[in-house]
């Protein structure tokens, strides 16, 4: 069913298009999600295979990546359809228009998708207040939900820590986790921050504002706040000494995690970051290298190309403790998710 809309109607949208149309779609259909659940017309995950990692229960491994829904619009809709996870954002301090149109290409050949979006959102004041509305009633209390936090484009290097400072401490305390994004080939100097000297300062400062803003201050927590697990999310297309690298200082800050990985630009296709399948060997190569260095307690999303089973089986296999997808998700539609978790916690 989901192929013939797909190629009848979504294919003649243009791409920026489809995506708004979907987001709007998933932010008023989540009842009916919902109750498409109830009715088990759609699996829900065994409860054996839940995924303990940073504190939290997740009902299976596989999560929606940031990029999908940047403004946390449709996270209960989009958590309805069996993501055990919404990240949403990617979330600058102040709101911005992203790059020029267009800026988002379908590679239909390879399932693929290209963007150059350069982080489109409203700004992390808007996105805590629509987080602070969804958490006040029960449905979006019980969603688990990732914040993507990125730098404003505006913002210079040297104020980049200040800058995603700002957004944690806004928006830590509607997170279940915090991602830290200084990977998308779409800011320009963004990927140079994830050198180390670059990349400490900004991994503490916002776990000192995470901490401050939800009562976690100091190490002995005599406030009684909640610690939010703070992740970097790095690119596939960092050499094997600067991913050792990474890992040396997530374990040295004693990071959360690390979510591998972003797009690539290691393509011929055009401008902007390429996701789906032709990610997936370099996922694979990143999250299994990053497993060796940071050892088995270090929570690893493996994100970037995970389409079929035995992709999100290879990426398990390889060390990651969390799964994260988009590409399929647009591809192969909206009961795919709830079709993975329950296959994987069968696992």
């Given at each position: 069913m989901y192929s013939v809309i797909f190629r009848m109607i979504i294919l003649r949208m243009p791409p920026e298009f489809a995506h708004h149309f979907a987001v709007t779609g998933f932010r008023f259909a989540w009842p009916v999600l919902r109750i498409a659940r109830a009715l088990r017309l759609l699996p829900s995950p065994h409860r054996a295979g839940a995924t303990h990692a940073m504190g939290i229960t997740f009902p299976?491994?596989?999560g929606l990546a940031a990029g999908m829904d940047k403004n946390a619009e449709a996270v209960r809709g989009f958590a309805a359809t069996g993501f055990s996870f919404v990240e949403v954002g990617t979330v600058t301090a102040k709101g911005?228009?992203?790059?020029?149109?267009?800026?988002?290409?379908?590679?239909l050949d390879i399932e693929g998708l290209r963007n150059q979006m350069g982080f489109n959102n409203e700004g992390a004041d808007a996105v805590a207040r629509r987080l602070q509305r969804l958490r006040s009633g029960?449905?979006?209390?019980?969603?688990?939900?990732?914040?993507n936090i990125g730098k404003t484009k505006v913002t210079e290097p040297a104020d980049a820590p200040t800058d995603y400072a700002y957004s944690a401490r806004v928006l830590a305390p509607y997170a279940d986790f915090l991602?830290?994004?200084v990977s998308s080939p779409n800011t320009p100097g963004?990927?140079?921050l994830q050198a180390t000297e670059q990349l400490r300062p900004i991994l503490a400062k916002v776990r000192a504002a995470a901490d401050e803003a939800t009562g976690f201050a100091d190490m002995d927590n005599t406030a009684g706040g909640k610690r939010v697990p703070v992740?970097?999310?790095i690119a596939p297309d960092l050499s094997d000494g600067d991913i050792d690298a990474v890992a040396d200082l997530a374990l040295e800050l004693g990071l959360d995690g690390i979510v591998a990985t972003n797009t690539t630009v290691a393509h011929d296709r055009g401008p902007g970051g390429l996701s789906?399948?032709?990610l997936l060997g370099r996922a694979l190569a990143v999250v299994g290298r990053l497993r060796k260095r940071v050892g088995p307690d270090m929570t690893i999303m493996g994100v970037?190309?995970?389409a079929t089973l035995d992709d999100a089986r290879a990426m398990l296999d390889a060390g990651a403790t969390l799964l994260q997808a988009y590409t399929a998700f647009v591809y192969r539609g909206p009961s795919w998710p709830a079709r993975m978790n329950a296959a994987l916690t069968r696992r």
């Amino acid at each position: 069913m989901y192929s013939v809309i797909f190629r009848m109607i979504i294919l003649r949208m243009p791409p920026e298009f489809a995506h708004h149309f979907a987001v709007t779609g998933f932010r008023f259909a989540w009842p009916v999600l919902r109750i498409a659940r109830a009715l088990r017309l759609l699996p829900s995950p065994h409860r054996a295979g839940a995924t303990h990692a940073m504190g939290i229960t997740f009902p299976g491994p596989l999560g929606l990546a940031a990029g999908m829904d940047k403004n946390a619009e449709a996270v209960r809709g989009f958590a309805a359809t069996g993501f055990s996870f919404v990240e949403v954002g990617t979330v600058t301090a102040k709101g911005q228009p992203g790059n020029e149109r267009p800026r988002s290409w379908r590679e239909l050949d390879i399932e693929g998708l290209r963007n150059q979006m350069g982080f489109n959102n409203e700004g992390a004041d808007a996105v805590a207040r629509r987080l602070q509305r969804l958490r006040s009633g029960r449905s979006g209390r019980s969603v688990i939900i990732g914040v993507n936090i990125g730098k404003t484009k505006v913002t210079e290097p040297a104020d980049a820590p200040t800058d995603y400072a700002y957004s944690a401490r806004v928006l830590a305390p509607y997170a279940d986790f915090l991602v830290v994004n200084v990977s998308s080939p779409n800011t320009p100097g963004l990927r140079d921050l994830q050198a180390t000297e670059q990349l400490r300062p900004i991994l503490a400062k916002v776990r000192a504002a995470a901490d401050e803003a939800t009562g976690f201050a100091d190490m002995d927590n005599t406030a009684g706040g909640k610690r939010v697990p703070v992740l970097v999310k790095i690119a596939p297309d960092l050499s094997d000494g600067d991913i050792d690298a990474v890992a040396d200082l997530a374990l040295e800050l004693g990071l959360d995690g690390i979510v591998a990985t972003n797009t690539t630009v290691a393509h011929d296709r055009g401008p902007g970051g390429l996701s789906g399948p032709p990610l997936l060997g370099r996922a694979l190569a990143v999250v299994g290298r990053l497993r060796k260095r940071v050892g088995p307690d270090m929570t690893i999303m493996g994100v970037g190309g995970i389409a079929t089973l035995d992709d999100a089986r290879a990426m398990l296999d390889a060390g990651a403790t969390l799964l994260q997808a988009y590409t399929a998700f647009v591809y192969r539609g909206p009961s795919w998710p709830a079709r993975m978790n329950a296959a994987l916690t069968r696992r």
